[in-house]
């Protein structure tokens, strides 16, 4: 199966070169984290479609041109608040051969619910399947999780689980992959700095 780098270094090291062509990706992150530091690189290496769901086009194009780190030129879209479901699949069959899909954040979708929603899932995996894609879910880890995030976990192929440990002088910020159908799941704890771009934590031990 042909493998797709992500274009950052550590987890293209982590998972033995990028993802398999096809999958589903849980990014799932506090949403006070920088995890959309993670989303804008991933859009460096392949053509994209960003969908946003919560932000505007307008915020989204803002803070791709002023973020330091290496961004690509995606195609940004924001999704209707009417039949949020049925207007992303609308979209994301529109995808050529050989892109990626970023959903930021999925939890709008995963409201919607139910069977309509686990449908979308496949319908999104299956034509990732045909084109050579991967799909990208931002899942936001916050206060109020939507009831659909078990199904987003359980039909990933990927989980990324990114946590936040804040102390006295600094933030910790750890990514785990604990799922990995298909693959090898690492037990590993990749610490990375998320300020202005995404690097590796160099002031303590890296696993």
Same mark, same amino acid.
């Given at each position: 199966?042909?493998?797709?780098p992500?274009?950052?270094e550590?987890l $293209?090291?982590k998972?033995?070169?990028?993802i398999?062509?096809?999958?589903? *990706?849980a %990014? *799932?992150?506090p949403?006070? /984290?920088q995890?959309e530091?993670?989303l804008?690189?991933?859009t460096?290496t392949r053509e994209t479609?960003y969908?946003?769901t919560a932000?505007?086009?307008a #915020?989204?194009?803002?803070?791709?041109?002023?973020t330091?780190t290496?961004v @690509?030129?995606p195609t940004?879209?924001?999704?209707?608040?009417d039949?949020?479901? !049925?207007?992303a699949?609308r979209?994301?069959r +529109?995808? =050529?051969?050989g892109?990626n899909?970023?959903? !930021? =954040?999925i939890? *709008?979708?995963?409201e919607?619910? @139910?069977?309509r929603y686990?449908?979308?899932?496949n319908?999104v +995996?299956?034509?990732m399947?045909?084109?050579g894609?991967?799909?990208? %879910?931002?899942?936001? $880890?916050g206060r109020?999780? =939507?009831p659909m995030? !078990?199904?987003?976990e359980?039909m990933?192929d990927l989980?990324f689980?990114l946590?936040?440990?804040v102390?006295? $002088? /600094?933030?910790e910020?750890r990514?785990?992959i604990p799922?990995?159908? @298909?693959? *090898? #799941?690492?037990g590993d704890v990749?610490?990375?700095q998320l #300020?202005?771009r995404? #690097?590796?934590?160099?002031?303590r $031990?890296?696993?």
């Amino acid at each position: 199966m042909k493998t797709v780098p992500t274009g950052i270094e550590v987890l $293209d090291r982590k998972l033995g070169g990028g993802i398999p062509a096809g999958s589903l *990706v849980a %990014l *799932v992150a506090p949403p006070a /984290s920088q995890s959309e530091l993670i989303l804008f690189e991933l859009t460096a290496t392949r053509e994209t479609l960003y969908l946003t769901t919560a932000r505007s086009t307008a #915020a989204v194009r803002d803070a791709l041109t002023r973020t330091n780190t290496r961004v @690509g030129s995606p195609t940004i879209k924001e999704v209707e608040a009417d039949a949020p479901i !049925d207007h992303a699949l609308r979209l994301i069959r +529109q995808l =050529p051969e050989g892109a990626n899909l970023i959903i !930021d =954040p999925i939890d *709008v979708l995963e409201e919607d619910g @139910g069977i309509r929603y686990r449908n979308f899932l496949n319908d999104v +995996q299956t034509h990732m399947m045909n084109i050579g894609g991967i799909a990208y %879910l931002h899942c936001l $880890d916050g206060r109020a999780v =939507p009831p659909m995030r !078990d199904t987003t976990e359980y039909m990933a192929d990927l989980v990324f689980t990114l946590a936040m440990d804040v102390k006295s $002088d /600094s933030i910790e910020t750890r990514l785990t992959i604990p799922k990995y159908r @298909g693959g *090898v #799941a690492t037990g590993d704890v990749i610490k990375l700095q998320l #300020a202005n771009r995404v #690097a590796i934590d160099t002031s303590r $031990d890296i696993a």
